[in-house]
């Protein structure tokens, strides 16, 4: 889908998962900053308020169906942006969602799926933009991470190991793309006031809170304090906590900033860092990023538990 290309636009940029969120944000301040954006959805009757947005400011957005978790998708949405733009210069992998709870309480195929989005996704964009970037000898690669890829947060023992696989993936993917002068950029945001907590998946009724954090009682007034979960103590002190911070935390913008802010200290060409820029955002993010340095595993463990599961 085609929607706004006035003028001349020498750089572009493809962000996944545009539809709302961070992946909106990003997608505006792309366009907003002079790149032709390119921004992916996976079901494009979605696309309403980025496309009306598109068309009030006469931005440069391009809209194009993409689902992460399918090779083909990926493989015909990145085809046709290089075909008809012949460039890729900034890929921007934010597609993804969490699955939150305990370990036991999910199947093997519930946390199958989660890997497929948040690491096998990323991953699969990542090897349909390389060949463009390679020969190029240029471009940049953002991945959103999380804070819950610093450290690991309580109910997020799966969505945790998703992100500590993206750092991991990024960081060794640093060496093999420096070659080729392609950047790589790590954006790991804490909470952040998205629709990222409406599309939480959770173990079905398992827990005595819901997704908007109101506490519950499924089992009837006779069956107080009964739960179908053995860890419903923990999972229920973390998200009343989770969903209070959500409702004050950080507009997705704030992200969407730091992320161009991260395009133009590694394109600096003075710049003489290394090829990997790791930005945390959010006072949260900052404050536990500080602290996983400064503290011993026990102590760290013994702060989070203080912090989030009062």
Do not use: W
Not at 148 to 170: E, H, N, R, W
Not at 172 to 189: N, R, W
Not at 245 to 269: F, L, N, Q
């Amino acid at each position: 889908m085609f929607y706004v290309m006035s003028g001349e636009y020498k750089k572009v940029a493809v962000v996944t998962g545009s539809s709302t969120g961070i992946g909106l944000e990003t997608s505006l301040a792309l366009a907003r900053n002079g790149f032709l954006t390119c921004a992916t959805i996976r079901d494009l009757k979605k696309s309403v308020e980025i496309e009306s947005i598109a068309r009030k400011e006469n931005i440069p957005i391009n809209l194009f169906e993409m689902n992460v978790d399918d090779n083909d998708s990926v493989d015909k949405a990145i085809t046709k942006i290089v075909n008809e733009y012949g460039r890729l210069d900034i890929l921007v992998n934010n597609a993804g969602y969490g699955l939150f709870g305990a370990m036991e309480d999910f199947t093997m195929d519930e946390i199958r799926k989660q890997f497929e989005t948040n690491v096998f996704g990323i991953m699969r964009v990542i090897q349909n933009v390389l060949p463009t970037m390679r020969q190029q000898k240029s471009g940049i690669i953002i991945n959103v991470s999380s804070m819950s890829g610093l450290a690991g947060i309580p109910s997020q023992s799966v969505y945790s190991a998703t992100k500590f696989a993206v750092d991991g993936m990024s960081e060794a993917l640093s060496y093999e793309l420096e070659p080729f002068g392609i950047k790589m950029v790590l954006i790991e945001p804490g909470v952040i006031n998205t629709e990222f907590a409406q599309d939480l998946v959770l173990p079905s009724n398992k827990y005595g809170v819901d997704k908007k954090g109101i506490q519950i009682n499924q089992f009837g007034d006779d069956k107080k304090g009964t739960s179908l979960s053995f860890y419903n103590d923990t999972m229920q002190r973390f998200l009343t906590f989770y969903f209070n911070a959500m409702s004050k935390a950080p507009h997705p913008r704030v992200v969407a900033d730091e992320i161009i802010t991260s395009i133009g200290i590694v394109s600096d060409e003075s710049n003489t860092s290394s090829p990997i820029l790791r930005m945390t955002v959010g006072n949260d993010s900052k404050k536990y990023s500080r602290l996983k340095k400064e503290l011993t595993d026990n102590e760290f463990h013994t702060l989070l538990k203080g912090d989030l599961l009062k």
